[in-house]
C-alpha cells in the first residue's frame, strides 16, 4: 500500500467533481452486480422491494469497504476518475479507516449526500462526516 507521498493539504482535496463522478460509477457497478446476481437466482425476495433494497445497500457497503480498505483507498469509480483515499498523515486508507467512513456514509448520504456535501464545503480539506471521524481525505491519485 502506498498510501501518499506527504501530508495532503487544501489543494490536494480539490477533487468534488471526481468524488461525485466516482461515486455515480460506483454506484452503477453494484447495481449491475446486483441485476447480474438477480437474474439466475430469480426473483429470491419473492417481491419484497424493501428486501432488495436493504440487499443492495449490503452490497454497497461491503463493495465500498472492501475496496478501499484492500485496494489503497480505491473502489472501481475512483480508480476511473484517479482518486483514492488516504488517512490525515497520508499513510494508506486500511480496513478501519475504511469500516468508519462507509459506516457514517448513511448520514451523509442523507437527502442525496447533503449532509456530506455540506460538510466537504464547511471543512478545509474538503471531507464529509466520514471522513472526519476516520480521519481520512480523498485526493488526486498521483
Known amino acids: 500500500m502506498s498510501g501518499y507521498d506527504r ?3 487544501r489543494d490536494d482535496t480539490a477533487v468534488v467533481g471526481a468524488r461525485i463522478g466516482a461515486r455515480i ?4 457497478i453494484v447495481l449491475v452486480f446486483m441485476f447480474a446476481l438477480s437474474v439466475p437466482l430469480g426473483d429470491a425476495a419473492g417481491g419484497s422491494r424493501s428486501y432488495g433494497d436493504l440487499l443492495f445497500l449490503v452490497v454497497a457497503f461491503v463493495y465500498s469497504f472492501l475496496l ?3 485496494w489503497d483507498g480505491r473502489t472501481l469509480g475512483k480508480r476511473l476518475f ?3 483515499v488516504v488517512t490525515v498523515d497520508g499513510d494508506a486508507c486500511d480496513l478501519t479507516s475504511s469500516l468508519v467512513r462507509n ?9 442525496y449526500y447533503l449532509v456530506g456535501f455540506v460538510s466537504m464545503a464547511r471543512t478545509d480539506k474538503r471531507q464529509r ?3 472526519i471521524v476516520a480521519s481520512t481525505v480523498v485526493v488526486r491519485d498521483q
Open 82 to 84: 484517479q482518486i483514492k
Open 25 to 28: 460509477t460506483d454506484t452503477l
Open 103 to 111: 459506516v457514517l456514509r448513511v448520514v451523509d448520504a442523507i437527502l
Open 68 to 70: 478501499e480498505g484492500l
Open 129 to 131: 462526516l466520514g471522513d
Open 7 to 9: 501530508t495532503p493539504d
